[in-house]
């Protein structure tokens, strides 16, 4: 080989370096993508953490009643997760607590435009309207939250938000209004869930569904034949239907401290007292029945006088003019046919009946309602005497 000639040499793979390089550099990128990937999502778990921390704290804050804490507590929480829902609807909670009504109302109503068949958005929103004394927005609110969706128990969350609308509509006096939703509350109550049972009782007897409320309080004492709480409701709503002999059973069985309560005395005392003055209870034998007829006219005659005294009207006229005069003269006259013939003891009682409210009705309409209670209790025979033994 000629020395002058260049000598071979293995070639250099010019492109093959390239690609190397290549390779290497994306794999780095890749690995920095990763790597970033990762702490984003460790910055944003951390973020999140925050958040929640901060959430937790409004939670106790609001437990504690501490509600403008919490507020405070709640808009951290928003700073680190924006437009959380759950963080939004607590924090108008707490701006309604703190009666902040206005701004609360607002986030329930963006929230509520977002879900709206939600039930705990219009149960809120119903609290908002009733605490503002706007009736037919709380009420509205409240049905749509009945009907509404709720992700827990929604049967019992129902029940509870229409026992909290009748409560509420009871509360500001509209009993005809309260009366269907009472009515569907009762409709719900299982026969074996006393605790409900004796709830929607008190509730029937306010909005003066007498005979639905005594149906429900026998039911509960028939589990509990002591129940303090049901003998005071049955005897209240047997009283309003004017079974007085069932009310006096009732009134009787408690105990003395609950007989005597304010709400129970009158009548309870009124019950034993119609019970021992009508004339017309099934069973009395006819000397009783004459003897009660005879007193019950008694008791209205000395009203009727009394209040012609204060009103200076002469008792008896000649000729009787004044509708007083001719009461009076009326019940004069019966009192003395009695003596003269022997009338039908039923017959007398009703009579005496009859005429004795047309007395205590006239002496009312001048002297203003009675006071004595043996008054009281002849214009509540009269009213409805049939119901008495029932």
């Not at 009312?364 to 043996?374: F, H, K, L, M, V």
């Amino acid at each position: 080989m000629n020395s002058s000639e260049p000598s071979p040499s293995t070639p250099v793979h010019v492109g093959q370096s390239r690609e190397r390089v290549l390779i290497l550099s994306l794999a780095i990128l890749a690995g920095l993508f990763v790597v970033t990937a990762f702490l984003a999502r460790q910055y944003h778990r951390s973020i999140h953490h925050l958040g929640d921390d901060w959430y937790a704290k409004g939670e106790s804050s609001l437990k504690s009643r501490d509600a403008a804490a919490a507020i405070q507590d709640y808009r951290n929480a928003l700073v680190y997760k924006p437009g959380d829902p759950t963080f939004e609807f607590h924090l108008a909670q707490a701006l309604a607590r703190s009666g902040r009504d206005e701004l609360a109302r607002s986030y329930f109503l963006t929230l509520l435009s977002a879900s709206p068949g939600s039930g705990k958005l219009n149960l809120a929103l119903a609290r908002i309207a009733a605490q503002e004394n706007s009736p037919a927005s709380a009420v509205r609110y409240y049905h749509n939250a009945i009907y509404g969706v709720w992700e827990e128990n929604p049967l019992s969350m129902r029940w509870q938000v229409r026992r909290e609308l009748c409560q509420y509509l009871l509360d500001l006096g509209a009993v005809q209004e309260a009366q269907p939703d009472v009515i569907a509350l009762a409709q719900e109550v299982s026969r074996s869930d006393y605790a409900r049972q004796k709830i929607t009782a008190d509730l029937l007897l306010r909005a003066a569904l007498w005979n639905r409320a005594l149906d429900m309080y026998r039911s509960v004492l028939l589990a509990d034949s002591r129940d303090h709480d049901a003998l005071a409701g049955a005897g209240q709503a047997a009283f309003h239907l004017g079974r007085y002999g069932p009310a006096r059973n009732y009134f009787d069985r408690l105990p003395r401290e609950r007989r005597e309560a304010p709400e129970i005395a009158g009548m309870a005392g009124l019950s034993s007292l119609i019970e021992e003055m009508n004339p017309l209870l099934p069973g009395l034998p006819a000397s009783e029945q004459r003897k009660r007829a005879d007193a019950i006219l008694g008791v209205a005659t000395a009203r009727l006088e009394n209040c012609a005294q204060q009103r200076g009207i002469t008792l008896p006229g000649k000729p009787p003019l004044d509708p007083f005069q001719q009461i009076y003269s009326t019940g004069r006259e019966m009192s003395r046919s009695w003596r003269r013939a022997a009338d039908h003891a039923s017959e007398r009682a009703a009579n005496a009946v009859s005429l004795a409210a047309r007395m205590e009705e006239a002496a009312s309409e001048r002297c203003g309602a009675p006071q004595n209670r043996a008054d009281q209790a002849v214009l509540l025979i009269s009213q409805g005497s049939e119901g008495t033994s029932r």
